[in-house]
């Protein structure tokens, strides 16, 4: 294909050019790389590339997805790239990439995608530099939408379990080809819908990744879905309904919620170290006189109240558990702003009720019902049984920011919970392969007013210390043994790194929680502990 000088493909080309001259002087990594070209067959798979990038390059996509807006990436270490289709069935596949860089450490990783896509395959830096082989694949479909989802389930088995199972063990083989001998230990990293990908993993196929780190997942999905849809009819879709919160309303309640809880953790920082501990009365906003733009009407604190109110079944059980407090900043532009989620529909609509005129405003207890009931493939992700993945010898690092505006915080504790009943374990006991630590300020995977940066992607990376670097704390607890305690956040002012540091802290395992000490002022992690009161 012709293409013009200033094109993606045009680029993407003369990083391969750049690639050959520099083969031509014998470079093994470069040659290993072109090989590989030649050599490289995986059953049921089509191979579309394999190419030398070497670092400081810019990637360019130009067959992406429009609606991942993700027409690029920089790389910042020299890798041999390989891209392929694999068939997961006569009627599906997932397109896969592998990252194989030329300071390889051994390790193997796996990361996993967002929402209902399957746009990003790879979030590479910090992973290239550190020397990971690494895979990732679009998820058995293109795109931010659903669509795919509508009359073919193979898609949607690929979106519960199979894509990252596949891609893992695709991605295996291509590393242990490619630097002809095998990998040491195998990671996977994701976050939201990764997250919930790392647990399925545990779950399904404990033997595939020695260290998980999984964040804010999904878990519970088909309830989940449900819970966010029941939170746009509680707040409503009718933004001039005298019941309606506007934004600026919201604000007012994020107040009132502070003045009652931000202070339970020893501090008045604007962040709530255990939402667990609060329990917020929104009467006290309610208007003594008249309407007014600094007060709630009795329907306006009905709803508000509701928000952060559990969701039940009428016989008792629970569906979702509630939003948990302080996130509603966030949250009035997204659940509470009178339009419905697009997760709702996307999900719901072509995956459960084969119906794309469904519409959000619509659900009832039957579709959430029905839509649980379905689970389709296991979506769920909800055994509470580790046993297996505990016994091959695996580690899981769970986190989730507990101003999780998507996805209440809640529900990761309550899986914690669940696995520890299940398997009849105390804390201390589930501590040597599963460790959960709440994000203090965080909101859904990243950013927020709290210390968020933890290394959980190239946003969150802040050096690679395994004190502050999930991944980094995973290989230690992998391969040395070292389980993390803590794990310290940093916050820079407005979130530009030349701004300087606001804010640290030492981010605590479940059940423990943070508690404001002295001696150092709040923003500075030192002045804190860990305790269980
Ligand atoms: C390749 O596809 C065939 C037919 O679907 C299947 O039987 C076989 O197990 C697949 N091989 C691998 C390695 O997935
Ligand atoms: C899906 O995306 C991949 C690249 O990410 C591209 O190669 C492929 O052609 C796309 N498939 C469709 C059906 O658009
Ligand atoms: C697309 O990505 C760019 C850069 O990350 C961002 O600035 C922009 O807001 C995004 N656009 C949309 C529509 O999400
Ligand atoms: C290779 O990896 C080591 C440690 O794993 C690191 O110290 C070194 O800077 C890396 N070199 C390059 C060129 O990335
Ligand atoms: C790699 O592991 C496989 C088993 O998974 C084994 O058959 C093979 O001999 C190993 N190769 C090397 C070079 O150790
Ligand atoms: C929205 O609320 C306003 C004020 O109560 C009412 O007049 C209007 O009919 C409502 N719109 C819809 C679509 O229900
Ligand atoms: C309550 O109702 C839901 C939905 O019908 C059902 O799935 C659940 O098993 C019921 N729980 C009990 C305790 O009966
Ligand atoms: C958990 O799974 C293991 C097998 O992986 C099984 O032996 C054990 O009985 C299960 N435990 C429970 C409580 O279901
Ligand atoms: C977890 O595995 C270790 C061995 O790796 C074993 O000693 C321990 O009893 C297991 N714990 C559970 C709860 O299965």
Redesign the pocket.
Same mark, same amino acid.
């Given at each position: 294909m012709l293409f013009s000088a200033t094109s993606p493909r045009a680029i993407a080309g003369l990083a391969v050019l750049a690639g050959l001259f520099q083969f031509t002087r014998a470079d093994m990594f470069e040659k290993s790389c072109h090989d590989l070209k030649r050599n490289l067959a995986i059953e049921n798979a089509t191979i579309n590339l394999v190419q030398y990038v070497p670092s400081a390059s810019t990637l360019m996509f130009p067959e992406n997805d429009i609606t991942c807006n993700r027409s690029s990436q920089a790389i910042s270490a020299d890798i041999c790239r390989v891209a392929l289709y694999a068939k997961t069935s006569p009627f599906s596949g997932v397109h896969l990439e592998a990252w194989l860089p030329r300071n390889w450490t051994g390790r193997f990783l796996s990361t996993g995608n967002g929402g209902l896509s399957g746009c990003k395959f790879i979030d590479c830096d910090p992973q290239g530099t550190l020397g990971f082989a690494t895979v990732g694949t679009n998820n058995g479909h293109n795109g931010t939408s659903g669509l795919a989802f509508l009359n073919n389930p193979n898609v949607i088995e690929d979106y519960s379990y199979r894509s990252v199972h596949v891609g893992a063990a695709i991605g295996k083989t291509i590393t242990n080809q490619f630097y002809k001998r095998n990998f040491t230990k195998s990671y996977y990293i994701g976050c939201s819908t990764g997250g919930r990908q790392g647990f399925q993993s545990a779950q399904m196929f404990?033997r595939d990744f020695d260290g998980i780190v999984a964040g804010s997942p999904t878990l519970a999905f088909t309830q989940l879905t449900a819970w966010a849809g029941w939170l746009g009819l509680v707040t409503g879709y009718n933004t001039t309904d005298p019941g309606f919160i506007s934004p600026n309303l919201w604000k007012t309640i994020h107040q009132e919620i502070l003045k009652q809880c931000d202070g339970l953790d020893g501090a008045i920082d604007g962040i709530i170290e255990n939402p667990d501990l609060c329990h917020p009365n929104l009467d006290s906003l309610r208007c003594r006189y008249q309407s007014t733009y600094s007060c709630l009407n009795n329907e306006q604190a009905r709803r508000a109240n509701m928000v952060f109110k559990p969701f039940y079944y009428p016989n008792g059980s629970l569906i979702f558990p509630r939003m948990q407090p302080g996130s509603e900043l966030e949250s009035s532009s997204t659940f509470y702003s009178g339009v419905p989620s697009p997760y709702v529909k996307g999900w719901l609509s072509p995956a459960i009720l084969y119906n794309l005129n469904w519409k959000p405003e619509t659900i009832s207890l039957a579709d959430i019902t029905f839509a649980q009931e379905l689970n389709p493939f296991g979506v769920n992700t909800r055994n509470g049984?580790l !046993?297996?993945f505990n *016994?091959s010898g695996g580690k899981l690092l769970h986190y989730h920011g507990l101003q999780d505006y998507l996805i209440s915080s809640e529900n990761s504790a309550r899986y914690y919970n669940f696995v520890r009943e *299940?398997? !009849?374990l105390k804390s201390s006991d589930i501590d040597h392969f599963y460790r959960y630590f709440r994000i203090s300020g965080m909101g859904h995977c990243r950013q927020g007013p709290g210390a968020w940066m933890i290394g959980q992607s190239t946003i969150g990376n802040n050096g690679l210390d395994p004190g502050s670097n999930v991944l980094i704390a995973m290989v230690e607890w992998v391969e040395k043994g070292l389980a993390p305690t803590t794990i310290k956040g940093v916050k820079f002012r407005g979130d530009k790194v030349k701004d300087g540091l606001s804010l640290t802290r030492k981010h605590c395992r479940y059940p423990y929680q943070n508690k404001y000490v002295g001696l150092q002022p709040p923003s500075n992690g030192d002045g804190w502990a860990c305790t269980l009161e």
């Open positions: 404990p049984n !046993s297996a *016994t *299940t398997m !009849s």
